[in-house]
């Protein structure tokens, strides 16, 4: 590499022809063979469906800096982000789709944690509770893909793209 190779992209690089993904972490926080939902309430997406800690990464955030703000701050608990354990990343898109439908979802699972979980967002979510993965509810689809391959024990490949 020579001195004069830039070490960034250029501002306009990644406008009008190129696909910008939303990145959001999910924690899948689990207590035995139990793991924690929220119902979802006010958001405008899936509402009336239970869900995962989750949330969008905020820019200059790492994903797993996100899994353990984002459990804070709808769940109230303390996680390190060492004890977050990678489960899959979800390629979800809708082809010729708008870009806020251009998602990448990074999924963790957490079974140490500091504190009780309570719920924190009660304008974002009804309830939260502790569910046997032999017996969930109604989970938002593309979360429930991730849980029954936990109940089943089964390894996700690393990435999976789910085109809508």
Same mark, same amino acid.
Do not use: C, I, N
């Given at each position: ?5 830039? @070490? ?5 690089? %990644? ?25 979802? %309430? ?29 459990? %804070?701050?709808?769940? !109230? ?16 898109? @809708? ?25 924190? @967002? ?30 089943? !024990? ?11």
């Amino acid at each position: 590499m020579s001195d004069t190779t830039p @070490e960034s992209y250029r501002p306009d690089d %990644h406008l009008g022809h190129r696909t910008l993904l939303v990145a959001a972490a999910y924690v899948v926080l689990r207590r035995g063979d139990e793991v924690l939902l929220q119902l979802r %309430h006010g958001t405008g997406y899936m509402d009336g469906w239970w869900g995962l800690l989750a949330g969008h990464v905020d820019p200059g955030e790492s994903v797993h800096e996100a899994a353990v703000r984002e459990a %804070h701050e709808e769940a !109230g608990v303390r996680l390190a982000a060492d004890d977050l354990v990678p489960l899959t990343v979800l390629h979800r898109f @809708e082809r010729s789709g708008p870009p806020v439908e251009q998602r990448v979802d990074v999924f963790f699972l957490a079974q140490r944690w500091q504190g009780e979980p309570t719920l924190q @967002e009660p304008d974002k979510s009804a309830q939260m509770g502790w569910f046997t993965l032999a017996d969930l509810p109604d989970v938002v689809p593309h979360e429930r893909l991730v849980l029954d391959a936990v109940a089943a !024990g089964t390894q996700l490949p690393a990435v999976v793209s789910l085109p809508r």
